[in-house]
């Protein structure tokens, strides 16, 4: 359906998107995850047709979109990571609007802005100014507007930034409902490892303007087939510890945050007697201690060595 | 087209502080200006109120007639020709004069006289200031003018006038009408003596009084200056108000999911020159609407004015809306706000030039040249001159510039208007 090949994109000396090459099948839900300044949102923008790149191809059903957009134009639905709305007016205002500016009027109009309005679980609020809502309300409706036109693809940058769980839950159903209900195709970028992680079937994760790897959530976790984590939460973090299951044996890679440490540990091994008197011999308290299979979130860590949220 | 013209009334409309900007503020500024420098404009005038004056008579007519005829006896003039000088001064006296001049229908408006018996009852009722002043005609006043006229003897007649402050206006206005009959007296007398008579004094005097005109200039209030000026003003700041909210369209991401539909950019940018050409002239037909309305700035103009006030406000209007496409493209392109927000700081510098908040010409003529040769100052010097009753094909040439201005801005607009995408 998409195919995108070496695209690149310079903003004057600086590389922002390097090289990256990727596809979309039709009814499948993609995701791009990579932490905040990786390229997600100019790679996006370029595969939308809403900025040039500085070099590589996007086709759609193998036109070239970057030289005829409006190929691709009318089949996208755009959720841009800002409230991309007019604030002042109401829901149903810049719904209408943006409605009529897809050539939609009258009852098909009027039809359509209440099925997504209660779609997105706005239809009480939609006369009230935008301005007036919540965060959440806010990403709901900025979602509604980009459905408006009944798109086959819709693209999502980030759509779940700075909103409260309850939310983020239902913006994350509504999207996995879209896509196994009514097919459509779903590239979603974000820097939360578990929404991708729920809602993707391939992923394709972005690190510096580059794709460092791509797949589906098996395969990619498949990296780490040989390896587990183990996570230790501790009163006090202190670099003595750390140095001393940076240098333990079996011990792969150590991450430090403000809960304590994450190790990345060869499968099997039993390393839990070690840690305890690594613990003891530095003067540290756990308070917990948690062995698991990897995530994506692990996939990213030990690509990068940083967390996604780094 | 329509959509997108329409969505920018709507925000417009929601926008308190920019309906305050374009609509209210004006009407403040027409407000304060007009009251507090009404007497800087050329021809301007302040409304006067109303006051009152006194005029103690303290002559009895009968008497100084009888007087005259015995004097007139005295001079051993034929009988006849004493009867006739007799008529001739009951026909010239002067307080009966005095007093058809304050009762003249164009005075009556600005002043009332009061009749008091005596000084005193005046003076009291000035220093009450019920008053604004008095005149008295003193005992055996037409007597004395007519000694002084037919006997040709040195007058003696004396008007006393007292007037509660010097610097008021209404004392500025009763010594003014008083010097007038004065003078008018003087004139018409001397003519009927010179010409016995035959001379017809009254329609001499209009002729002599007459200001001629030597040019088609009508004056200008400064009410009516205030409204053209405010009004060019706040419609100039029109401009970057509507660019300012397309850029932030782009900054919010608005503007591409309008180009993800579809649209065409140059659709884009012929809706912004249209909302702005819509947004003045409706604004500045709100102005000159109200303004007539609480001001009477332009009561009593015929359709004819209007039609012509209708054009140039029509081209002017023309002009924002494409001034409002170049800045525009310019923000969109230069993807910052920095020419609009520097145009906004700039349009009271345009104004200045262009007389909004004074005649420039009072400073320097070339001052005024520049200023005709901005978009306020072409438009302001091509509606005062229509008020002052010159024809439009006069004010054409001023008119031919603003199209001049709407054709290069909408040609830059287009030219540096992003085509496709945004880059």
Same mark, same amino acid.
């Given at each position: 359906m998409i195919e995108v090949k070496n695209l690149g994109k310079n903003f004057k000396k600086k590389i922002a998107v390097d090289d990256v090459s990727m596809y979309l099948d039709e009814g499948e839900s993609v995701g791009l995850l990579g932490p905040n300044g990786a390229g997600k949102s100019t790679t996006i923008s370029m595969i939308s047709t809403l900025l040039p790149p500085t070099k590589g191809t996007v086709k759609y059903n193998g036109k070239n979109v970057l030289k005829e957009p409006e190929e691709l134009r009318p089949i996208l639905g755009v959720v841009p990571q800002e409230i991309a709305l007019y604030e002042e007016l109401s829901a149903y205002e810049n719904m209408s609007f943006f409605g009529k500016v897809y050539g939609i009027s009258g009852k098909k109009l009027e039809d359509k802005i209440q099925e997504t309005l209660d779609l997105v679980g706005l239809k009480e609020r939609q006369k009230d100014a935008v301005e007036t809502y919540s965060g959440g309300m806010k990403r709901r409706i900025n979602i509604a507007v980009a459905l408006m036109h009944d798109p086959e693809i819709l693209i999502m940058d980030?759509?779940?930034?700075?909103?409260d769980p309850q939310s983020r839950n239902y913006i994350l159903e509504m999207v996995r409902k879209l896509n196994r209900e009514r097919g459509l195709t779903v590239l979603y970028t974000s820097h939360y490892m578990e929404e991708v992680e729920k809602l993707c079937d391939r992923v394709y994760i972005m690190d510096h303007g580059q794709i460092i790897a791509s797949g589906t959530k098996e395969e990619l976790k498949s990296i780490l087939s040989n390896e587990e984590t183990i996570q230790i939460q501790v009163e006090e973090t202190k670099s003595e510890f750390r140095d001393l299951l940076s240098s333990q044996e079996g011990v792969n890679q150590v991450l430090e945050d403000e809960a304590g440490y994450n190790l990345i540990v060869s499968k099997g091994e039993q390393l839990l007697g070690e840690i305890f008197d690594h613990a003891k011999q530095a003067n540290i308290k756990i308070i917990g201690i948690h062995v698991k299979t990897p995530t994506l979130e692990d996939v990213f860590l030990h690509l990068t060595g940083r967390k996604l949220r780094d | 087209m329509f959509n997108l013209v329409k969505k920018d009334f709507l925000t417009l409309s929601k926008s308190k502080s920019d309906l305050l900007e374009l609509l209210f503020m004006p009407f403040i500024l027409i407000a304060i200006l007009g009251f507090a420098l009404g007497n800087l404009i050329m021809g301007g005038s302040n409304s006067i109120d109303t006051f009152h004056i006194g005029i103690v008579n303290e002559q009895n007519i009968e008497e100084d007639l009888i007087r005259l005829e015995t004097d007139l006896m005295e001079q051993s003039l034929p009988e006849e020709m004493a009867a006739e000088l007799l008529a001739g001064a009951q026909q010239i006296d002067p307080s009966a004069v005095l007093r058809e001049v304050f009762e003249d229908e164009s005075l009556e408006e600005i002043m009332i006289v009061n009749e008091f018996a005596d000084t005193e009852s005046a003076q009291e009722a000035m220093k009450e200031e019920e008053i604004a002043g008095f005149i008295t005609i003193p005992e055996a006043f037409s007597y004395n003018v007519w000694r002084s006229i037919y006997l040709e003897e040195d007058s003696a007649a004396t008007l006393e006038m007292t007037v509660l $402050?010097?610097?008021s206006l209404s004392g500025v206005i009763l010594t003014s009408v008083v010097t007038t009959f004065v003078d008018q007296y003087n004139l018409e007398t001397s003519i009927a003596l010179a010409t016995d008579g035959r001379a017809e004094t009254e329609a001499n005097t209009e002729e002599h009084g007459e200001i001629m005109s030597l040019s088609v200039e009508e004056p200008i209030s400064a009410f009516q200056y205030y409204t053209i000026g405010m009004g060019v003003m706040f419609a100039l700041s029109t401009a970057p108000a509507l660019a300012s909210r397309a850029f932030k369209e782009k900054e919010q991401h608005v503007f591409g999911r309008i180009m993800l539909s579809g649209t065409k950019p140059l659709t884009y940018l012929s809706s912004k020159m249209i909302s702005g050409t819509l947004v003045t002239f409706i604004q500045l037909v709100i102005l000159f609407l109200f303004s007539t309305l609480i001001f009477g700035t332009f009561k009593g103009r015929d359709f004819d004015f209007w039609i012509d006030m209708g054009y140039i406000t029509g081209l002017y209007s023309l002009l924002i809306g494409s001034i409002t496409s170049l800045l525009t493209s310019i923000s969109l392109h230069s993807n910052n706000n920095n020419t609009v927000n520097f145009f906004g700081s700039f349009v009271s510098v345009f104004a200045f030039l262009g007389g909004s908040? $004074?005649?420039v010409e009072q400073f320097s003529e070339a001052l005024k040249q520049v200023g005709n040769w901005t978009p306020n100052g072409a438009t302001m010097t091509s509606y005062l001159q229509l008020m002052q009753g010159f024809e439009f094909q006069e004010v054409l040439p001023l008119m031919l510039r603003v199209v001049g201005m709407i054709i290069i801005c909408i040609v830059v607009a287009v030219i540096i208007f992003p085509k496709r995408r945004l880059d």
């Open positions: 980030e759509p779940t930034v700075g909103i | $402050t010097n610097e908040f $004074t005649p």
